[in-house]
């Protein structure tokens, strides 16, 4: 079982948003503003979008937002395209030398 | 360009070793924590293990503490994963990943990776 909890699966049309969620604990998600997402397609490694609950790293589009409240975190992608379609993982700083902790991931399909 | 090359996976027995290599290029390694990340074949992700830019101090999920150590070279600019007592759950690619801030600390975010390396085990 996965430390943070996400959807299977989500989908959108082109040009809409999804919003997919990622739900931790008060040890976890809660207690830390160091929640992270990765978009990884098929056979490739994982890529960094969000750092810092809502920080993107150079060179990510801002259709790719983050966002937390409370134990539950966020991955807003407005404005879909066809290369979106991907897996999408968050992850989370859990103490105790515990440096991350991820969900289980979410697959993201444009419709 | 930031480049990160994993090898020495493949095959092994039940209670065997491998050591896991990562050779790093395109910026100065010695700066930087890095850490192993793996995933089993169609599952999600998981952090094995950091280690600071120093070497100093790592870090282990309970998952594999007791049976893996990381270790790093910063004269070669190699990462290291030294796996013990295998189990048939360490089947997985396992990644090389850079923090990305170059003060030295585990930030606990993976900003560049490496292609990944197939460790199975299996009798």
């Known amino acids: 079982q996965s430390a943070l909890t996400q959807p299977r699966s989500v989908s959108g049309s082109p040009g809409q948003s999804v919003t997919i969620s990622c739900t931790g604990t008060?040890?976890?998600?809660?207690?830390?503003?160091?929640v992270s997402w990765y978009q990884q397609h098929p056979d490739k490694a994982p890529k960094l979008l969000i750092f810092?609950?809502?920080k993107r790293p150079s060179g990510v589009p801002d259709r790719f937002s983050g966002s937390k409240t409370g134990n539950a975190a966020s991955l807003t992608i407005s404005g879909l395209q066809p290369v979106d379609e991907a897996d999408y993982y968050c992850?989370?700083?859990?103490?105790?030398?515990?440096?991350?902790?991820f969900g289980g991931g979410t697959t993201l399909t444009v419709l | 360009e930031v480049q990160l090359v994993e090898s020495g996976g493949g095959v092994v027995k039940p209670g065997g070793s491998l050591r896991l290599s990562c050779v790093a290029s395109?910026?100065?390694?010695?700066?930087?924590?890095m850490n192993w990340v793996r995933q089993a074949p169609g599952k999600g992700l998981e952090w094995v293990s950091g280690?600071?830019?120093?070497?100093?101090?790592?870090y282990y999920a309970d998952s594999v503490r007791g049976r893996f150590t990381i270790s790093r070279d910063n004269s070669k600019d190699t990462l290291y994963l030294h796996m013990n007592s295998l189990r048939v759950d360490d089947t997985a690619v396992y990644y090389c990943?850079?923090?990305?801030?170059?003060?030295?600390?585990?930030?606990?975010?993976?900003?560049?990776w490496g292609q990944g390396s197939l460790v199975s085990v299996s009798s």
């Open positions: 008060s040890s976890d998600v809660g207690a830390y503003n160091y």
């Open positions: 810092d609950v809502h």
């Open positions: 395109g910026f100065t390694f010695s700066q930087f924590a």
């Open positions: 992850a989370s700083f859990a103490g105790n030398n515990n440096l991350a902790v």
């Open positions: 990943a850079r923090d990305p801030f170059d003060y030295g600390g585990n930030s606990g975010y993976f900003h560049h």
């Open positions: 280690t600071r830019a120093s070497g100093l101090d790592t």
